[in-house]
């Protein structure tokens, strides 16, 4: 059985679908759900769905960037994790960190990556003009949301749309790209999942 481990910051809905999804014929279970905040919302919810949680407080390591992958190193290592899925992971990780999981790191991103790497993705969208947003999940590289592509979904951007709405409307296809592109990565499958088809 593959094993996962999820990284999360804040409410961890992306996670909580992702752990719904790893049942049955399923070929990955989750093994740990851990955060760099000790008060994210996502850890009680992977609590309650029987999963065990870790919290290392990045704030415990002022610029020490390489002290607090070590402590968050420990329970992960312990977990012996084959994936690891970031979930609305926060924290910018180092190239060392990046490549002790070379190919078997993913993240989600709310943008169609290539464009809008980084914050406030919807805003930048919408202040281009452009027609489409979206989402999508990459294996993780040294380069900040600059990996292989794993899966996009789009949705349109209507008139009106502010970055929360569109925020919403994205979340609504992350749910469904992130637990798409699990499925077949943890088979080792790696054709990228296209929302719409
Ligand atoms: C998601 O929209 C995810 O794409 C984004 O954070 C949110 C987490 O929501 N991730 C990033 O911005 C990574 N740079 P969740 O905690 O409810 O899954």
């Keep these: 059985m593959t094993r996962v481990a999820i990284l999360i910051s804040g409410g961890g809905s992306n996670m909580v ?5 790893m049942t ?3 070929p990955a279970r989750p093994v740990l759900v851990a955060s760099n905040d000790p ?3 996502g850890l009680k919810r992977a609590a309650d769905l029987g999963v065990a949680t870790a919290a290392v407080d990045h704030r415990d390591f002022p610029r020490d960037r ?3 992958e070590a402590a968050l190193l420990e329970p992960l290592l312990a977990a012996r994790p084959d994936i690891i899925c970031l979930a609305g992971f926060m924290r910018i990780l180092t190239p060392g960190f990046v490549q002790r999981f070379a190919g078997r790191m993913i993240n989600i991103h709310p943008s169609l990556l290539p464009k809008y790497p980084g914050l406030h993705t919807h805003a ?3 202040a281009a003009g452009d027609a489409q947003a979206g ?3 990459h294996l993780v590289t040294p380069e900040l949301d600059a990996g292989p592509l794993l899966g996009q979904a789009r949705v349109p951007i209507l008139p009106g749309d502010d970055a929360d709405a569109l925020a919403a409307r994205v979340l609504v296809q992350e749910h469904r790209l992130y637990p798409a592109v699990l499925r077949r990565f943890a ?3 790696r054709t990228p999942v296209m929302f719409p088809r």
């Design 66 to 68: 390489e002290g607090f």
């Design 24 to 26: 049955g014929d399923h």
């Design 39 to 41: 008060e994210a919302g």
């Design 17 to 21: 679908r992702l752990v719904q999804d």
């Design 187 to 189: 088979a080792g499958d």
């Design 135 to 137: 989402c999508t999940v």
């Design 124 to 126: 930048r969208a919408i």
